[in-house]
């Protein structure tokens, strides 16, 4: 049998998965750092830095419990920390990732309730209020939304859903999944009322994968005093006794550098709010090249609800009788690029477009390019021009 693998093309891979995502070289570089202990002086200075760095891009004055883990373990911190065996967590739907959190809630013990959603139109918000409204009980103690369906390419507004809680009058904690959000699109924990927000390393943040967070507002921490699921390395109050106030284990030093750099890059080079009109201005060139392609019975948006279309990643949803893999397959293997696949329900239905992180027009052009190769190679219908759609608007924009 040959351990050869088989020849890769020429040149760098361009990744236009949405996350992990590019990582910048000089993020690259400062996380290639020597050991030191995590108790010296010169690396706590800089891992305060990152953690008040944190809490700037979480937009929160508030908590915030850092993990070795991906966002599946922040996910978990949420949930653990916050909850108690049969508690009720109502899960706003949304798509793969909606789900996923949800099925993680069940295997805890939480019964969880789901507002229902089609996942080409976003869930409706008022249904979430009438919800909470018949709770009389108040057997409801947590409501769970993702702020960006990394599966669908849907945004879901943060600060709607805060506002359908109050409507209902409920006490229940916001959970909001920001990890395909944060450092892309616009989040504000404390302005949007948000108990809970998890976030992780890998996608706007520009970080290798492998570190997450939470940030946790004062009632969140309230409700963690009472809270009953088992937990150890995601405990808070264990956390708060730690002299990181993070941590359990072994620091992942190497994150710090690198972080540091990402918010550096993030906050003094480009500045945030520079930074999501970078997220808005190259996904809306991404749109325009999907919607040209849609011509001759081509590929389209999956999302359908315009003002929540996210601006990091673009789900496609192929033609009828073509399959999103097959497309992929030659956007790999003969050009180096990586798209990302259809998730659960939509695998082979869909093919995603990461545009979040360290990305240019350049990348993007590229990216579309190779798309719009790959459909003509595979035979796949589309309106040809898409690519000149992008770089027309890109050109105005
Ligand atoms: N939530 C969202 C919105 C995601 O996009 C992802 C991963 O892509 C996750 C949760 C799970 O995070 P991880 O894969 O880092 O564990």
Not at 4 to 9: C, D, F, L, N
Not at 45 to 57: D, H, P, S, T, V
Not at 128 to 134: C, G, Y
Request: charged share 20%; aromatic share 8%.
């Amino acid at each position: 049998m040959s351990t050869t693998a088989p020849a890769k093309p020429r040149g760098r891979q361009f990744f236009a998965n949405p996350g992990p995502t590019n990582i910048p070289d000089s993020v690259l570089m400062a996380t290639a750092h020597q050991t030191v202990d995590f108790n010296d002086p010169n690396f706590t200075a800089i891992y305060w830095e990152c953690f008040e760095g944190l809490k700037r891009i979480l937009k929160t004055k508030q908590s915030i419990f850092l993990y070795t883990g991906s966002g599946h373990a922040a996910w978990e911190a949420s949930l653990v920390n916050l909850l108690s065996p049969g508690d009720v967590i109502l899960v706003l739907e949304s798509g793969h990732f909606s789900q996923s959190w949800a099925r993680m809630a069940t295997d805890l013990g939480i019964e969880v309730r789901t507002v229902p959603a089609e996942w080409r139109r976003g869930v409706d918000l008022s249904a979430l209020t009438a919800e909470l409204a018949a709770d009389k009980a108040g057997a409801i103690k947590a409501v769970g939304v993702v702020h960006n369906e990394t599966s669908t390419g849907m945004m879901i507004p943060v600060q709607e859903v805060r506002a359908a809680i109050d409507a209902a009058k409920h006490p229940a904690l916001l959970l909001a999944d920001t990890i395909s959000s944060l450092g892309s699109l616009d989040f504000r924990m404390d302005e949007w009322g948000v108990d809970c927000a998890v976030g992780g390393s890998q996608k706007g943040l520009m970080l290798p994968t492998g570190l997450s967070f939470t940030g946790v507002s004062a009632k969140a921490l309230e409700a963690h005093k009472t809270a009953k699921l088992p937990r150890h390395y995601f405990n808070w109050t264990a956390m708060q006794n730690r002299p990181l106030k993070s941590f359990l284990g072994t620091v992942p030093i190497s994150f710090f550098y690198g972080m540091k750099e990402a918010l550096r890059l993030i906050e003094q080079e480009e500045g945030l709010e520079n930074v999501f009109k970078r997220h808005s201005r190259l996904a809306e060139a991404v749109r325009q090249a999907v919607r040209h392609w849609s011509g001759n019975n081509g590929p389209q948006l999956f999302c359908q609800t315009p003002s929540r279309l996210s601006d990091s990643v673009t789900a496609v949803l192929m033609p009828e009788g073509h399959n999103a893999n097959a497309l992929r397959k030659v956007a790999m293997e003969r050009f180096n690029v990586s798209l990302g696949g259809g998730l659960g329900p939509l695998d082979g239905k869909v093919f995603r477009i990461g545009h979040l992180g360290d990305l240019n027009e350049p990348m993007i052009l590229g990216t579309l390019s190779v798309i719009e190769l790959s459909m003509k190679v595979a035979g796949i219908p589309h309106a040809p021009g898409g690519v000149d759609a992008a770089i027309a608007y890109l050109a105005a924009a």
